[in-house]
């Protein structure tokens, strides 16, 4: 494959384009009452500028010119999926936009905390570290690994209104001196070589067209000795291309999950030599015996769940708790409670959780490939 040209970015354009779209949303408590302060027209322009990637494109007859245009419009792409799905997952999932094991009996956000826990003594994350994270959604990881840490962590996003997102949560719980967030794209960051001490990527860098780009950066901005740790969304070394089935699955996550190029286990594997790292753990999260599995919120499998306080959070995440909640915003965009196209990004994301769960049960999916790389003295 041929190594993908960077897009050019335009700061002042995606600035505008954020504030027509999101205006004062960015402040508002978050999930479905944010979604209803949206532009009509930038709403649609995001709308048009993700699902023309995917629109009227079967995974049967998929073609690489398809994909190279996905490849080619990486930045856009992904900024424009979370322009439309950021709101939903803040009321599905909350602020930590990533995946997590599940100890038995174990509630939701201490799972998700945990993980993130893990990552960062992976990472040897330790107080007053100068940490970069990579792909930092609204900052749920990032405050909780400044909590756990005492380091201080900068996020990086290619989506403005994260950022507006993340600053207003690390302003209200008193964290704005421990926390920056940096808008930019990761495949070609503004920061100096040699910056942080480590660096960590939660499922962020499957939205990279190629990952050798990302992780050649982050070994660039990372000073030499320095660790960086990566929870990587990967299809398993069982998926299999020329099967249609598989191409199935991983095209109804590509698409439900903005993602323009999501490779096998090996090429991620890699992809973080091919950069300079000595690998120095790696490992499928996912194929530990844990009694719960991963994706249970997403399948609906109520009894795993850990605690009886989780049975809210849990039900939003199901099918049928989606699917309410799905018919519920396509009657209020009829009336105009929430803009054109929510409906659509919601049936996008329903796709996604659906393939999720079936690329999981396949094995032929992993939203938690860990990789522990130190960039040599
Ligand atoms: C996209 C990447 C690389 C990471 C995000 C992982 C997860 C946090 C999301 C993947 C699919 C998402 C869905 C939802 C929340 C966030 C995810 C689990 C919903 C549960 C949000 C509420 C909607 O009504 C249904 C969504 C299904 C998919």
Redesign the pocket.
Known sequence: MAPTALEREDMARDAAFNQAMHGKSAKARGGLTAMRGKDAAAQKAAVDEYFKHWDNKDYADETDADREARRTEYATLTRH?YNL?TD??E???GS????CRFAYGEPFRQAIARHEHYLAMQTGIKEGMKVLDVGC?VGGPAREIVKFTGAHVTGLNNNDYQIDRATHYAHKQGLSDKMAFVKGDFMQMKFPDNSFDAVYAI??T??APELVGVYSEIFRVLKPGGTFGVYE?LMTDEYNNDDAEHRRIRLGIEQ????SNMVRISEGVQAVKDAGFELLHHEDLAQRPDATPWYY??AGSFKHMGSVWDFFTIA??TWW??GL??RFVGAGESIKLFPRGSQKT?DS??L??DC?VEGAQKNLFT?MYLMVGKKPE
Do not use: K, N, Q, T
């Open positions: 999926y799905a939903f997952y009321y599905g999932w930590s936009f990533h995946f959604g499922e962020a499957v939205h969304w439900g999950d903005g993602i919120p997403l939003r995440m708790g989606r909640a799905h919601a994301l329903a996604a959780a999720l939203p």
